[in-house]
């Protein structure tokens, strides 16, 4: 990733899921229901998160309506691109074939995700 974009931690990253996910902008209690069973969550615990979020540059609150209402400000494909792209070089050299080899090896993919992924492959290249 690249210096502007920050990481996320895993409940961030939970919140930033449920942010993403909705079509419209969401209250605090709208995120603290979606993360109901998931995380055991008092609403002050929500709301230290959300302003962390906010201070990260990720989320942006509009108070103009009386609620509280959050929407990203970074996108999730654009998240996603620049945290794959940080686990690649940090973990396998920056190359896809050794994540590949060593999920292979260690039987995490079997046989079946390597044909979907032949298969995917072969569709990007007849784009």
């Given at each position: 990733?690249?210096?502007?974009?920050?990481?996320?931690?895993?409940?961030?990253?939970?919140?930033?899921?449920?942010?993403?996910?909705?079509?419209?902008?969401?209250?605090?209690?709208?995120?603290?229901?979606?993360?109901?069973?998931?995380?055991?969550?008092?609403?002050?615990?929500?709301?230290?998160?959300?302003?962390?979020?906010?201070?990260?540059?990720?989320?942006?609150?509009?108070?103009?309506?009386?609620?509280?209402?959050?929407t990203s400000i970074i996108p999730e494909?654009?998240?996603?691109?620049?945290?794959?792209?940080?686990?690649?070089?940090?973990?396998?050299?920056?190359?896809?074939?050794?994540?590949?080899?060593?999920?292979?090896?260690?039987?995490?993919?079997?046989?079946?995700?390597?044909?979907?992924?032949?298969?995917?492959?072969?569709?990007?290249?007849?784009?």
């Amino acid at each position: 990733m690249g210096n502007t974009l920050k990481k996320l931690g895993e409940a961030e990253l939970e919140i930033m899921q449920v942010i993403w996910d909705s079509d419209s902008p969401v209250t605090s209690n709208y995120i603290l229901k979606e993360l109901q069973g998931r995380r055991k969550w008092q609403l002050s615990t929500l709301m230290t998160s959300l302003k962390r979020l906010g201070d990260k540059g990720f989320i942006q609150c509009d108070r103009s309506t009386g609620n509280n209402l959050y929407t990203s400000i970074i996108p999730e494909s654009e998240y996603k691109a620049g945290a794959s792209k940080h686990f690649l070089e940090k973990l396998y050299n920056n190359s896809i074939r050794n994540m590949i080899a060593t999920l292979y090896s260690n039987r995490e993919i079997q046989n079946s995700d390597i044909e979907e992924l032949r298969n995917f492959l072969d569709e990007l290249e007849e784009e």
